[in-house]
């Protein structure tokens, strides 16, 4: 008896849910059944329009981040077409026996916001530290076989770190910051939803004129007593539409097909109410953080190398460096006009925004392929300052010299996504050096191809490089390595 009795509880609490799932009876009127079947589902209520924009924005956002960008050390072994500035704090341990030495190093990248001309510049910390480093190669050239185990001996881990700071300067043209683009992102999300819920009204409005001629047309040709022929004949006299009929009113070749098609729009409200996210992101605006991501960065580096004068020379430097993905936001307003640059969902009519959504929709579909791609190029010049070196220890008998130098490095990069779904990546970096008074350095020209996989927050190079003169070297001969290491966005900010 219990069991009998707590059965039917549960079908008395399950019935509301059960019969609003419930297909169009015939004692509904066509109204009623399609109030109650776009309402099924809603759960606490429809998603507001607003909070579907917020949570795309941040989907869309997450998708760039988890991308493959590809991986800057600014070293030879892995260095990328790509600088990331996203904010979030980066550890990387890389290997190889090329220009990084065979025990690897460890690159530690810290992101964050750096208003000092606009609100979305951005600067980098970053520290390359050298938990293994090797004895200064010229100096250790220069020693006997026992000065040179008396020099290995004597140096500790972490005697080689460089650090670098970089700027990045947003303007309306270059910058890679979202937040430079939440107005125009929220305008043409709000116009596509827009555009979706006139679209359904017009489907609905539709239908009903098109069953109210139907029914209009099907009673002027029933004869006289025809079932149902007094209830539709009145509903045209009155000059009302079919939601107030009820479906029993309806005649029987008409009843199943009126019903799909109330459940068909009700379904389209439906979703449109509970799923306004799905549409954006589902939508060309899937894209949109994509070419935000390959806008043109412009970068300013300083670079300091602090090590210990067993491992070589305080240097210190800097960079200038130039980024551009292929398709970015820029080419699109440029193709749009100014008027959809700054566009919001307060100050810009909804008709413009709809044009404006139109012209985006097709740039991404005529430049789908290229998106895909991510193709990016980079163009660097570097100034290196190397201090004068000496190294004098009495008791090994070593008075080891260099004069300073300088450098000028001149680099640039490719960089494309692979077609995986944005998890791998391959950049090709060339680099020239030109080092003054130095014969064994000066006119080497540095290759290195770099595949790489995200996997979750990790991502893993493989890098082949191919220098001309390996550094240091006597001769001319070339110089070929592999490197491989990992990166792991330890902490999103």
């Keep these: 008896m219990k069991t009998t009795i707590a059965a039917l509880l549960i079908l008395i609490i399950a019935l509301p849910a059960f019969s ?3 297909g169009c009876r015939d004692e509904e009127t066509l109204g009623e059944c399609s109030t109650r079947r776009s309402n099924h589902g809603l759960g606490a209520g429809p998603v507001s329009t607003p909070d579907a924009i917020d949570k795309a924005k941040n989907e869309t956002r997450e998708e760039v981040k988890q991308s493959n960008s590809g991986l800057d050390t600014d070293t030879a072994a892995t260095a990328s077409a790509t600088k990331n500035f996203l904010p979030l704090l980066r550890f ?26 606009s609100d979305h510049d951005r600067g980098q910390i970053q520290a390359l530290l050298n938990p293994s480093p090797d004895v200064f190669k010229p100096l250790l050239e220069s020693a006997s076989d026992e000065q040179k185990k008396a020099l290995e001996d004597d140096l500790d881990d972490f005697d080689d770190i460089q650090i670098s700071f970089s700027f990045s300067k947003s303007t309306e043209q270059s910058g890679r910051e979202f937040a430079q ?26 239908s009903y004129l098109d069953m109210h001629d139907e029914l ?77 991501a390959n806008n043109d960065q412009y970068i300013a580096q300083i670079n300091v190398g602090v090590v210990d004068d067993l491992v070589g020379p305080d240097t210190w430097g800097g960079k200038l460096s130039w980024e551009k993905g292929l398709t970015n936001m820029t080419s699109f307003y440029k193709k749009a006009g100014k008027n959809c640059r700054g566009i919001s969902t307060t100050a810009t009519s909804m ?34 300052d190397v201090d004068d070196y000496e190294y004098t220890d009495s008791g090994l008998g070593i008075d080891f010299k260099l004069p300073d130098e300088e450098k000028l490095i001149g680099s640039l990069a490719y960089s494309r996504s692979m077609p995986t779904g944005g998890l791998d990546r391959m950049d090709l970096l060339v680099k020239y050096e030109d080092v003054s008074d130095d ?5 080497r020209w540095v290759a290195t191809l770099t595949l790489s996989r995200r996997v979750g927050d990790t991502t893993i190079p493989l890098s082949l490089v191919y220098s001309n003169k390996g550094e240091f070297a006597t001769d001319n001969s070339g110089e070929v390595s592999i490197n491989i290491g990992m990166a792991f966005d330890a902490l999103g900010l």
Excluded at 181 to 206: F, H, K, P, Q, V
Excluded at 235 to 247: I, M, T
Excluded at 439 to 443: A, E, G, K, W
């Design 439 to 443: 014969d064994t350095l000066n006119d």
């Design 20 to 22: 609003a799932g419930v």
């Design 181 to 206: 683009y939440r107005s125009e992102y929220g305008a043409l999300a709000d116009a596509l939803l827009e555009r979706e819920r006139l679209e359904i009204d017009t489907w609905r409005s539709t």
């Design 92 to 117: 990387a341990g890389l290997v190889g026996d090329g220009d990084v030495n065979e025990d690897g190093i460890i690159a530690l990248d810290y992101n964050f916001g750096l208003p000092i001309f």
């Design 351 to 384: 008709t413009d925004r709809t044009d404006c959504l139109q012209k985006f929709e097709k740039y991404v579909k005529d430049n789908q392929a290229a998106i895909d791609n991510s193709d990016r190029v980079a163009f660097s010049l570097e100034y290196e």
């Design 216 to 292: 209009a047309a099907w009673a002027d040709n029933a004869p006289a007593g025809t079932p149902h022929k007094a209830d539709i004949d009145a509903l045209v006299a009155r000059g009302d539409g079919p939601e107030g009929l009820k479906f029993s009113q309806l005649p029987e070749e008409l009843r199943a097909r009126y019903k799909e098609y109330i459940e068909d729009f009700s379904s389209a409200e439906n979703r449109w109410q509970t799923q306004k996210t799905q549409l954006v992101t589902g939508s060309a605006l899937s894209a949109f953080s994509k070419l935000v």
